[in-house]
């Protein structure tokens, strides 16, 4: 039997969320990226086209969280621009970026 990592609440066997908190249970893993800023949106358009990716994380120089992006199947078209734009100016400004992705196992 397994446990919420939340809350410590008893799982039911093929659970995604917990039904005593409702935090999700599936299992992520994380790896970093680390690319100048010239790369940082390209890079991202292709992670989110890949589809196992969660979460997005962005950070700077000195590591310090800039954006956090979440990828849902919803997560297209004129939903996403908000975020491109945002990554826009971060790539503007920083000089070397730090991408964090979650994905799915």
């Known amino acids: 039997m397994s446990y919420c990592p939340k809350c410590g609440a008893e799982l039911p ?45 962005v950070k700077n120089e000195r590591g310090d969280q800039l954006l956090e992006i979440p990828v849902t199947v919803g997560l297209i078209g004129a939903l996403f621009a908000p975020y491109l734009a945002a990554l826009g100016v971060i790539a503007a400004l920083a000089t070397r970026c730090t991408i964090v992705v979650e994905r799915v196992q």
Do not use: M, Q
């Open 13 to 57: 066997a093929e659970a995604k969320y917990c039904p005593s908190c409702g935090a999700s249970v599936t299992k992520t893993r994380s790896e970093e990226l680390s690319l100048s800023a010239e790369d940082l949106v390209d890079r991202v358009k292709e992670l989110i086209h890949e589809g196992n990716v969660r979460r997005i994380i």
